[in-house]
């Protein structure tokens, strides 16, 4: 019979003899849901400078090189400047004309991963140059003629 009473008040959520406050509900909270969402890999940006007429580019620079290799630089068709910076692989577009393309890049991570620049014009691959000093410069120009 003690065993019952013994039961019976542990069911009842007072605590104590004399019948006390009632325990305090538990909170529980939700488990967190994880969705799983599918990316694509989106084409890397480009910049085109100067027109495209039949909308081909004539010039493009290729940056590749190492994972966590960075970069940034100044390229320029005439007067017109384009900023460029980022992480490797990337490729911007340029269509120069008769105008001469001008580009400065530097590698600017601390590792010694490789700087790459492909320049291709055309279906022509004009130029590869590549740097894996922290902080090298390569200096791209090009005109056509």
Sequence with gaps: MLLTVLLLAACSGETGQNGGAPKEPRSTAATPTTILQETTAEEPPKITLGEEPGGS??????????????????CSVGG??????????????????????????????????????????GDTTRSVQQTNSPGGTINVTYRDG
Excluded: H, M, Y
């Excluded at 580019?57 to 100044?74: A, D, H, M």
């Design 57 to 74: 580019p004539q010039v493009v620079l290729r940056l590749e090189g190492g994972p966590k290799t960075t970069f940034s630089g100044l």
């Design 80 to 121: 017109r400047q384009s900023v460029l910076g980022g992480r490797v692989p990337k490729r911007f577009t340029f269509d120069p004309g008769s105008r001469e393309l001008s580009c400065r890049i530097q590698k600017r991570d601390d590792n010694r991963g490789a700087l790459k620049i492909v320049l291709v014009a």
